[in-house]
């Protein structure tokens, strides 16, 4: 890779450099040495931050080595703040992820099916809220409120037998199918077959499954957690709970299921707000915009 980077640089001599760091900490440190490289070019530099800054001193350091004199495009306003309180100075640009919207006629929806349906898609992760979002259907269940609930993701630390015997313990087994890991057409059937999308996420940058949630019109219940506020309006599109709070949770999912007419309206109000703001045509339109001034200056 770094002598790909190398030939681009002398032989293609690009007018802007485009780079997106990695999230992991230790493709992190490769990211470090490319940006100090890139920074000898005579180029423009764009580098991409997809993770909420970890603050310290040797961070500061990398960053503002990595940094100075370019700009950082970071996912939302909520980051960007963090980044101008963290190092000063900076140059920093919001630009939000998008989406190729689906049409109107692959996600219409006018009631809730009987009973209504639960969304969790992610990993299962704690960090993702698989067992808050667990916790919250055994509450239900205890409070007598018919619904169902499909599981979709990898089961990455929780694995299917441990959540089998998790729904078997929380008298769940009837009311939750669990379909893996899902992707294409069969993705796009599980949000069809749903009718309220949950990610109580406990460590978050700027998910996209919530975008696609509010694609298929769905009421989307999340966290005040990195992106998040940045995507979904507080009782207009979803709600925005505390994290790790499985009885706000609860209480949040029964009145959705009790207020059909009102959960309906707020997933339509959240597909309205994707194609206004989180399309991919409007991501691709920010990006060119950008780089047109960065070439003006």
């Known amino acids: ?13 690009p007018d802007i450099v485009f780079y997106t760091f990695s999230p992991n900490k230790w493709a992190f440190l490769r990211d470090f040495i490319f940006s100090v490289f890139l920074k000898l070019s005579s180029s423009k530099k764009v580098f991409v931050i997809r993770e909420q800054i970890k603050e310290g001193k040797i961070k ?3 960053f503002q080595l990595s940094f100075s004199g370019s700009t950082v495009i970071v996912l939302s306003e909520n980051y960007k703040s963090k980044f101008e309180a963290f190092l000063k100075g900076l140059k920093i640009e919001v630009i939000k992820d998008g989406l190729i919207p689906l049409s109107e006629e692959e996600i219409k929806r006018s009631h809730f099916k009987n009973p209504p349906v639960l969304l969790f898609l992610s990993n299962l992760v704690r960090d993702k ?4 979002f667990l916790e919250a ?18 089961p990455v630390e929780l694995k299917e037998e441990d959540l089998r015997k998790l729904l078997i313990e929380y008298g769940l087994s009837n009311n939750v199918e669990y379909r893996g890991y899902v992707k294409g057409k069969e993705k796009i059937d599980t949000y069809l077959d749903s009718d309220i999308f949950i990610l109580p996420t406990l460590k978050e940058t700027f998910p996209g499954v919530i975008l696609e949630a509010m694609e298929f019109a769905l009421p989307v219940i999340s ?6 506020p940045d ?10 709970i505390e994290k790790d709070n499985v009885h706000q949770l609860a209480e949040r999912i029964e009145f959705l299921i009790k207020n059909e007419r ?3 309206k707020m997933g339509g109000e959240g597909r309205k707000r994707f194609l206004n703001n989180f399309t991919f045509d ?3 339109r920010r990006y060119l915009e950008l780089f047109k001034r960065i070439l003006d200056e």
Request: glycine share 10%; net charge positive.
């Open 60 to 62: 500061k350091f990398f």
């Open 1 to 13: 890779m770094f002598f790909l980077l190398l030939k681009e640089r002398f032989v293609f001599r």
């Open 262 to 264: 009102f959960a309906i």
């Open 282 to 284: 409007k991501m691709e």
């Open 223 to 228: 966290t005040k957690e990195g992106g998040i």
């Open 137 to 154: 259907l055994k509450i239900l269940k205890e409070r007598n409120v018919d619904f169902k609930s499909i599981i979709a993701g990898a």
């Open 231 to 240: 995507i979904i309006v507080e009782g207009e599109t979803g709600f925005i």
């Open 129 to 132: 809220g698989i067992y808050v």
